[in-house]
Every structure is written in structure tokens, then in C-alpha cells.
């Protein structure tokens, strides 16, 4: 069993900057690779940033593009999430995600982070 716990959500202005945190806990476990979705109220949840834990290569969403970077440490097995130029439709609940194989169908989830950016 695999335990994420996400930090550092909070209230920014525009503009401002926030950096969250994904920490991976439990049993010996593989990470293939881990990544960062948000849901707005009434919208479906959306991937954001993904980072496949080798090589570390990273994938992000368009509207993200140039603002948000992903990273990790391998050691902790955490991932980060520093994002700067922060806008209202970044407004919504971050959450985590774990996946141990590229063949596992199953994702483990964390409990989510609220962002929430005032104009």
C-alpha cells in the first residue's frame, strides 16, 4: 500500500508564486511515474505535469506551459510542484498521483490541496 500526503496549497494573488509538495510513503514500492492534477468546481479533473521517475522526463499540460515546473527526489520519493505567474483559472483542488508500473491500471491518489489565486 502506497500513501501520498500533498502540502502547500494555499490563497496567492495573481501573479504570485506556491510550491507543492507529494510525499510517497509505505512498503517497499516502485515509482514509474508521478503527477500533479487539479479540479475546479464543476469542471472534470484535469492532468497538469507528470514526471516519469526514469529518466525523469516531464510532460506538461498547455495552459501550464512556461509557469509550472515539476521535479522529484528520487530519495524522498517526493515530488514538487513549484508554480509561479499564477492566474484565477489556476484556482482548484491539486492532487497527486502514483503509478508503480507502466503496465499497473491502478493510480494511487492523495487527499488534494486547495490553490486558491484572487485577481
Known amino acids: 500500500q502506497v500513501q501520498l500526503v500533498e502540502s502547500g496549497g494555499g490563497l496567492v494573488q495573481a501573479g504570485g508564486s506556491l510550491r507543492l509538495t507529494c510525499a510517497a510513503s509505505g512498503r517497499t514500492f516502485n515509482v514509474y511515474v508521478m503527477a500533479w492534477f487539479r479540479q475546479a468546481p464543476g469542471k472534470e479533473r484535469e492532468s497538469v505535469a507528470r514526471?516519469?521517475?526514469?529518466?525523469?522526463?516531464?510532460v506538461y499540460a498547455d495552459s501550464v506551459k512556461g509557469r509550472f515546473t515539476i521535479s522529484r527526489d528520487s530519495a524522498k520519493n517526493t515530488v514538487y510542484l513549484q508554480m509561479n505567474s499564477l492566474k484565477p483559472e489556476d484556482t482548484a483542488v491539486y492532487y497527486c498521483?502514483?503509478?508503480?508500473?507502466?503496465?499497473?491500471?491502478?493510480?494511487?491518489w492523495g487527499q488534494g490541496t486547495q490553490v486558491t489565486v484572487s485577481s
Open positions: 498521483l502514483l503509478r508503480t508500473t507502466s503496465t499497473s491500471t491502478y493510480n494511487y
Open positions: 514526471i516519469y521517475w526514469n529518466p525523469g522526463s516531464t
